[in-house]
């Protein structure tokens, strides 16, 4: 697993606002103004009686999950008998008398006046999650149940995250937990990616009585009703993955209002996803790599640079997919079950999201550690003669 720096994991800007802000709002009546919630009560703690609703997944049993010894023991680092007793956790509970908070997405009970969280286990938030700030109420309708989507992270960075973190639970909640009839409106922040928008504009298309509504960062709404969606996976959210169904209800929202057709009974095409555009791992002798696999019909692409409808497109062609590990490769969930990918890692940053998605997925997957990244940015270089013979190897098979 990657392993950042301690002033990197601990100090930040957010972090030291946070600190400065909290000894401020020690003053109670600037704490109000402020909205500064640091206290923190458990979503089941606070939940309307018998609205607890629970999905348990396991991936082994449910979807017949393996994953390779060599993926197991090199990135998972897990042993066979921990993955076959994996389960992931959704979770839903009603609320009432909440208040959600534009500002940071967080979601306070206004009966104990201390924010919801996930865990019994944590009496307050992170700092990272603290913002002090006046924010302006905006007006509500006591007939609509609000779901908070104010979390959502945005960015190149965040492109995977959005994938498992926020619309494979959601999906889990339209398919066993919505009430048709139901108005729902899924708060999210204002400024959201084209790839966010088309996501909630295709739901709404999908779900009748489903809506999406911006909460700007100056704002906050009371909600007499609202619905807490939650997971409690613990792999940072990666284990999300795993949950097939779910993840191929996402996969499909894609490429069903894009008008995209997986392969079917064709070869596909031969990619190599480049990572050229990036600032972070690049490989430095991707010139060598690149002349290589052309040898063998691969193309070079570089998926940051395409709009996103034309990765989705890109990736439904595929037939065998090399890459250096990188956000590009969310889009592996857009690849039909079977695809080959051989994924490349520098040493020192072995990242399991990945490979956790391309096995979920049904795709034949396979990996290779190359040199070790040099610090700050962690360009790595990788063997082109053992790379040739891995994918010499995945082309056989």
Excluded at 8 to 22: P, Q
């Amino acid at each position: 697993m990657r392993e950042k720096h301690f002033l990197l994991k601990h100090l930040n800007a957010r972090t030291a606002k946070a600190l400065v802000f909290g000894a401020l709002c020690g003053i109670p009546p600037l704490r109000r103004w402020l909205n500064y919630y640091e206290d923190a009560v458990s979503f089941e703690d606070v939940a309307e009686p018998d609205s607890l609703r629970t999905l348990v997944i396991h991936p082994v049993r449910d979807y017949g999950l393996q994953f390779s010894e060599a993926a197991l023991r090199d990135i998972v680092k897990s042993e066979a008998a921990e993955i076959a007793a994996y389960k992931l956790t959704y979770k839903m509970v009603r609320l009432s008398n909440v208040t959600i908070l534009g500002s940071s997405g967080v979601t306070v009970d206004n009966r104990t006046s201390k924010a919801v969280f996930l865990s019994r286990d944590w009496p307050k938030l992170p700092r990272n999650w603290v913002i002090a700030r006046p924010l302006r109420s905006v007006p509500t309708d006591p007939g609509i149940t609000y779901i908070n989507l104010l979390g959502v992270r945005k960015g190149h960075r965040h492109f995977a995250h959005f994938f498992w973190d926020t619309l494979a639970p959601l999906m889990v909640y339209l398919r066993h937990w919505r009430e048709p009839a139901e108005r729902v409106v899924c708060l999210v922040r204002e400024d959201l990616s084209a790839i966010q928008r088309d996501a909630f504009r295709f739901i709404e298309s999908d779900w009748p009585n489903v809506t999406f509504q911006t909460l700007r960062a100056n704002e906050k709404i009371h909600c007499a009703r609202s619905i807490y969606i939650a997971y409690q996976n613990p792999n940072h959210g990666r284990d999300n993955t795993l949950a097939r169904e779910y993840m191929q209800m996402v996969a499909d929202l894609f490429l069903r209002h894009y008008g995209v057709a997986r392969r079917n009974g064709e070869e596909g095409r031969r990619l190599y996803i480049s990572r050229n555009d990036a600032v972070l791992r690049r490989v430095t002798n991707e010139a060598e790599i690149v002349a290589m696999l052309d040898r063998y019909g691969f193309e070079p692409v570089e998926s940051g640079r395409m709009l996103f409808e034309e990765q989705v497109r890109l990736f439904a062609s595929a037939g065998i997919i090399v890459a250096p590990h990188g956000a590009g490769l969310a889009n592996l969930m857009f690849c039909r079950p079977g695809t080959k990918v051989l994924e490349f890692f520098p040493a020192n940053y072995i990242d399991d999201g990945l490979c956790r998605l391309a096995v979920g997925m049904g795709m034949d997957y396979r990996h290779m550690i190359g040199g070790k990244g040099a610090p700050p940015k962690l360009v790595f270089s990788v063997d082109a003669r053992a790379l040739e013979q891995q994918t010499l190897e995945m082309i056989d098979r």
